[in-house]
C-alpha cells in the first residue's frame, strides 16, 4: 500500500444497493476495495447525516442506522457493524479545530445507510476501523472543500477519506418519472463535472451551482454533493474518474483524488 492513500468520492445510490448484483455500481464497489487496499481506517463522510456544526463518531463499535422505509425485509436484516476509531476521532476533531472548524464527537451516532452500504461492498468483512463526520449543509460547498483540506494529514496515516454522496440526486424525477422525461441533463452536469474536476478548477466546483448546466434540476438539495467537496479538498484536485453509469435521474459517477 502506498504511504499516502488517495481519496475518494462514490455514489452510493438506493439502499438496495447491496442486493442489486446486476447493477454495474455493485460491481465496481465489489472491486473497489480490493484495488485499494487495505486502510489502517476509514473516514466516511455521507450525505445522509447533517448536523449544526461538524460531529464524528466515537463509537468502539458501529450500531447500523436502517434509515429508510419501504424497502425488501432482507435489507433491515443487514448489519455493518464495523469497529469505531475513537483516537481516529479525536485527531479528526483536533485537525478540524486547529483550522477554526468547531467540531465535536458523538458516542451514539450509528452507520447510516450512505456510509454502510458502499462499505459493506467495498469492505464487506467489516473489520477495517471507521469513523463518520457529519456534513453542515447550510454552510456550503467551499467550507466542506476546507473540511477536507484539514484532514489531508489524515492520508498520511493509512486513513482513506470517503465522501458517499450522488453525482446527480434528484429523487423526484427518479421515483415519479413523468412520460417522456428526459435525463440528459443529468450527463450534461456529470459532464460537466468531470471537466471541472480534470482542469483542476476549483473554484467553478465551488461555484457549480451558478456555473453547471441544470445543477438545481441536478441536485435539487446540495447534501448529496457535499461530500464530493470534502474528498476533493482531502485528496487534492488532481481527479481521476472510477466510474460512471446511470439509473434513471441518479448518476452513479465514482472518482479518486490524489495530489
Do not use: C
Not at 458523538?106 to 458502499?118: E, F, K, Q, Y
Amino acid at each position: 500500500m502506498p504511504t499516502r492513500l488517495p481519496s475518494l468520492f462514490v455514489s452510493h445510490g438506493a439502499p438496495t444497493l447491496p442486493l442489486e448484483i446486476s447493477n454495474p455500481t455493485h460491481a465496481f464497489l465489489r472491486g473497489l476495495g480490493p484495488d485499494i487496499g487495505r486502510p489502517q481506517a476509514i473516514l466516511m463522510v455521507s450525505a445522509h447525516w447533517d448536523t449544526p456544526l461538524a460531529t464524528v463518531t466515537t463509537a468502539t463499535r458501529h450500531a447500523t442506522l436502517h434509515d429508510f422505509y419501504g424497502f425488501p425485509p432482507e435489507l433491515y436484516a443487514m448489519h455493518y457493524a464495523a469497529p469505531g476509531a475513537p483516537e481516529l476521532a479525536r485527531d479528526v476533531i483536533s485537525l478540524l479545530q486547529a483550522d477554526g472548524i468547531a467540531a465535536q464527537g458523538d458516542a451514539a451516532r450509528a452507520l447510516d445507510h450512505g456510509a454502510w452500504v458502499p462499505l459493506m461492498l467495498m469492505y464487506p468483512q467489516a473489520d477495517i476501523p471507521v469513523v463518520q463526520l457529519s456534513l453542515q449543509t447550510i454552510a456550503g460547498t467551499g467550507y466542506h472543500l476546507r473540511i477536507g483540506e484539514a484532514l489531508r494529514p489524515l492520508r498520511d496515516h493509512g486513513v482513506l477519506v470517503i465522501g458517499s454522496g450522488g453525482a446527480t440526486h434528484n429523487l423526484r424525477e427518479f421515483f415519479r418519472p413523468t412520460a417522456g422525461v428526459d435525463f440528459s441533463y443529468a450527463t450534461q452536469f456529470t459532464d460537466w463535472l468531470a471537466k471541472t474536476l480534470q482542469d483542476r478548477d476549483l473554484d467553478s466546483l465551488v461555484h457549480y451551482r451558478n456555473l453547471a448546466p441544470s445543477a438545481a434540476r441536478a441536485h435539487p438539495s446540495e447534501e448529496h454533493f457535499l461530500p464530493l467537496l470534502t474528498a476533493v479538498g482531502a485528496g487534492g484536485p488532481a481527479a481521476t474518474r472510477l466510474h460512471q453509469s446511470m439509473i434513471g435521474s441518479l448518476a452513479m459517477d465514482a472518482y479518486r483524488f490524489a495530489d
